[in-house]
């Protein structure tokens, strides 16, 4: 490994495959939105599903990200409540390589 590939990078899904945003990604058995925020290819970003209040699933409703469990709101883009100032979905940033999304690792 060298200075310019001190990261890597894992493909969590092809771009031909994604044909709408938000769109549901599994990855090791954990639910996300991927969710396109700008019109660039730097312009997505890796939502988590899971409830930070009492790990609800989060699920799309309208424009917003709603938890059924205690209707916790998030805006899908930012990850933030609408609802619960200060409390936020986990959310990483994505970028495309080679026809791929893909996001960064520890490894
Ligand atoms: S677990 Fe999601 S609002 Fe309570």
């Not at 994604?18 to 730097?42: C, K």
């Not at 059924?68 to 970028?95: I, K, M, Y």
Request: net charge negative; proline share 7%.
């Amino acid at each position: 490994m060298n200075d310019h590939d001190e990261h890597a990078y894992r493909i969590i899904a092809s771009v031909d495959e994604i044909t709408s945003f938000p769109a549901t990604i599994t990855i090791d058995r954990d639910p996300f939105f991927l969710v396109q925020t700008g019109e660039d290819a730097e312009g997505y970003r890796l939502v988590s599903a899971i409830c930070p209040h009492a790990g609800g699933l989060v699920r799309q409703h309208e424009n917003e990200l709603i938890c059924p469990l205690h209707f916790w709101a998030f805006d899908p883009l930012t990850g933030e409540s609408t609802n619960v100032p200060g409390e936020r979905l986990e959310c990483q940033p994505v970028e495309v390589r080679d026809g791929h999304y893909t996001i960064r690792t520890n490894a």
